[in-house]
């Protein structure tokens, strides 16, 4: 068996390969680890995104922080993000998401924070995990009045609202917005707090059923908002992942803008305005090659980690920056959360669009989007970390190094979150890197097969 905690924390099919055992254990672990140097009886925070597992989920990793004496407060669906911060408000001492993601309904996950609203280190995973795999043994147990309990929290949606409206200063009167929510956990938050900001707000996907998240929706499937944009003649569309923690934006062209242009945007204004901590933004080896382009031209320090929004945490903290994230729309604005945050980062977006009274379409052209191929190759999960140990896939892999050495680059990478292997390819042909990505792509999934 592999690790358990993936670069976003435990993720697998609901009910089979995470189970209510699973998440009970990871209840027990978690609360024991996070909270085992407390004189106090510790409080866990508990929410979830819209998926019809959810529920289920949450009453058994409570039931685990329970059992090993710790109380839990559940606050329902909620973004990801609203979670990290209401960890924090609320003085608790962590917070559990349970979310899968932007991935299929009927995958879910587990994700930890600790009392001060970030995601955990690897070396509290792996200690969380090492308790699993021991099967508890060292684990207390309680018994009689040292058993937890479970309260229900009702306040905490207006609580994030509240936060999410006042943190960036804007007022949205006359701009008109195609809102996507992806029938996830940002149907209520982000659609109230635009609204109460002044913008007019054209909603869609905020009907969730349980098992209609992310369904040819949301910020990875964004055909429907670019076409509605365009349709209703609105000033902007914005695009949330299931768990809100990401966002993508669509110019009133109906061009998509993604994470990289929206730090560019961002990062160019806060830079004028002063507020841009050493000028410096933390990106991924993801990033487009236009991204660091830009940097160059404007003046920016670019700091590179690799893929995941918490390694691009560890060095904003690290270095004292105050903007970061990645090309897939996970933006940290670390002055107002401790996490990505799609609403906070639409509103900051929209900042700058009020403020300078420029359309989307121009304040994106801040950057040139190099032609850049990504496809995924499908392979067993417990695989993906392998796939350079076949020696077919890894000359084709060197073959194609050598082929765009000077004129692009090639990024193979196991996904952290899903039983796939990602091909990047950039180049000057889109046509030629696509062939060459979706041919490398077959061959891994192939041969690792």
Known sequence: ?????????????????????????????????????????????????????????????MAGICSVGANAVYIGVLPTPAVAYLTKKYKVDAGVVISASHNPMEFNGIKFFNGEGYKLPDELEDEIEEHINNEMQDVIMRIGSEVGQVEYRLDAKEDYIKFASSTVKVDLSGLKIVVDCAEGAAYETATQTLRKLGADIIAIHVSPDGTNINANCGSTHMEELMARVVYEKANLGLAFDGDADRMHAVDELGHIVDGDQIMAICGCYMKEKGRLKKNTIVATVMSNLGFFLMGKEKGLTLEQTKVGDRYVLERMREIGANLGGEQSGHLIFLDENTTGDGLLSALHLLEVMADTKKPLSELASIMEVLPQALVNAKVPNHKKETYMEYTEVA?????????????????????????LVRVMIEGKDRTVIQEEAERLAKLITKTVL
């Open 395 to 419: 000359e084709a892999i060197a073959e194609l190094e050598r082929k765009f050495d000077g004129e692009g680059r090639v990024l193979i990478r196991p996904s952290g979150t899903e039983p």
């Open 1 to 61: 068996m592999g690790r358990l905690f993936g670069t976003d924390g435990v993720r697998g099919v609901a009910n089979s390969e995470l189970t209510p055992d699973l998440a009970m254990k990871l209840g027990q672990a978690g609360a024991f680890v996070l909270t085992k140097e407390n004189a106090h009886k510790p409080t866990i925070l508990v929410g979830c995104d819209t998926r019809i597992s959810g529920p289920m989920l949450a009453n058994a990793i």
